[in-house]
């Protein structure tokens, strides 16, 4: 189905693995138009076919790996991909951005997007070359780790082609295959990593997809795409958080910052500091590990470590993992850190699932309610329980599950920290209330980035009071709707940093940077009027904000600011209403009560999540209903009224169900 | 004596992560080590400043024993 639109190859591949058949999946200029790509259109596909009763190991399950139509015009960090399925996890959909090359040489094949669906008698990897799709038989791929998978699938490609080819693989390792719920998919380095996408691939039988070809990614208007992304590059290499901070010391730079403001979550989320914290941050991972920084292709920022474990050089752990397997379980061995993040890797499990699960396993065990043998501050035997989980053997097999399901069965669901059964990221809510509700509210479970990352304002890179709740949910609903987007574009949710002004950041101590702190939790009405009426919005920000443009250059696509915000105000939406299917309401967007109910700072009740009065605000910013239902008038007015299941919303409704 | 530990790119810029030595105040020290980095000393005023792990403001005064903590930017800026 060819298309209109620049930065799209035009067609989305399907294959149904239970008979090895390919053909073309319906996609249209319209549904390009509204779903642009990346998760968004992998959700419109997932609502198309799930039901409430589908299983996540399932045939009727879909595993999706979609690109964006910013991927590979050689806008910055655009190589990406993402990939979205029903989590067996969380039960609900779920979607994981990646770096690596493969979404590049995705659309070099020829298509846009693979939807995968059935499952393979055997296991199998595919080769995707130029339009032609090839099985091959796995048997001896199967077990293999991650990195060594890649390594073999090189020289099977070269053996098949005749030649060395420029290529994109995305594997599982151990993890998927043995159905660990939180298992990743690797391309390069990088990792789909969020909500078990590796154990849904691994049911599917897929241990791998190879992508190549020379197919051209034009842009709509190549002239002003090759212009503006000069200037973009230059903008992004002068920030100071996306041209020093994250190249200069990674994401772990924000540790410190963590640790001096109560935000860095320590033993399990007891506490927000951690006194050790010296020997495991981003300054001395920088000093005494990193040796060199990686970054994907077409990326200035260059965010990755690389370190050495055994000897050899693999990717450095990110802060999210070096807080969650340092301060969280009370290790103060970065090396270990760094062992453990590259083990981790080759078995092919997330870090953030993995680390926190640990961490309550530990808490449990701590307050007698597991007799399962590990310790907080006791590292030895951390290696071989990740060995363990990955093979689901001995206490291995229950923390596969992760904390949401080991807490059910042991007790001790105000420790287990996750939301929606997504474990969260290292980041302290209580001295961040705004990313409370993002981590409560996020689509795919406890996660900062889908969740908004309202931390960002609230003390890592701006200080809008972190203890208020006010204006927190007007300002959510802003970041969670242009991040959308910016993902369903293609792009890297980190070149967002720069929204926040060069100057601003650099010099917070300002007076005017100080007036817009203070006046940002009073600024709801006008994030409000955005949210109403987007197309006020008929403009480009200029210089901080390039994606709105940038998607207009390479599609040819009329794009706005404002239409850019409302794109992202749909995608998410629209994932809430698919997530409505399986249950998903008022109820599910919550924190453990150790982050609501108990104060990090004794005595001050301040530093505890204010979740149900911001959960107020929020739903009616979004336009969902008093329980976190999207309304038919919501639907409606974005679009979704299109969908099979909108008219079930409105009988819902209707009859008073919701 | 007062202790005084730098972090953030800074740091690195700089090549300096602690340093010992007499100021009766924040801003005295970042004086201090604005000389023996050679670094602007806005470049560290705009840091956030922590006193004994208390954010404190850059007028503070500083008392033997003292732990001070310089926060470069990005960092959000000082919360009072």
Redesign the interface.
Known sequence: MATKYGGYMGKVLKIDLSTQEVAEYPWSDEERRLYIGGKTMAAKILGDHLKSDTQAFSEENLLIVSTGPLTGTGAPSTSRFNVSTLSPQTKIITSSNCGGNFGYYLKKAGFDAVVIGGKSKEPVWIDIHNDKINFHSASDLWGMYTTKTQEALEEKLKENYGRAIKNGKIVIGPAGENLVSYASIFSNERAAGRGGTGAVMGWKNVKAITVSGNHEIKSAHPDKMKELNKKWFKYLRNH??TG??LP??GTA?LM??MQ??GLLSTKNYTYG?YDDY?MV?G?TL??KYNIVNKGCLTCPIKCARTVEVNGKPVKGPELETLGLLSAGILNCDLEAVCKWNFELDELGMDTISAASTLAYAMEANEKELWDNGLNFGKTENVSQAFRDIAYRKGIGDELANGSRWCAEKYGGKEFAINSKGLELAAYEPRRSVGLGLGYATSNRGGCHLNGGYMVLF??????VNPQTPKGKADLTVMLQDLMETVSAAGQCLFTTYAFLPSPA?????AWY??AV?AILPFSGPVVRLLHLMPQIACFHLPVIFNQSKALKYATGMNVTFGSFFKCGKRAFTLERHINSRFGIDRKDDTLPKRLTDVPQVEGDDSTRVPLEKMKDVYYRARGWSKDGVPTPKTLKKLNLDGLDSYKETCRAFKEGGL | MVTVKLYGALRLRCGLKEMSFYASSVKEACQLLARATGVDMKEFKKSSFFVNGKEVKVGTSLSAGDELVLLAPPQGGLAK
């Open positions: 100071p958080l020093e901070q200069k010391l730079g410190s910052t001096m403001r500091h010296e941050n300054e920088a000093e609230e003390g890592l890179s701006l200080m950041v650099k010099n917070p101590n940077v100080k702190c």
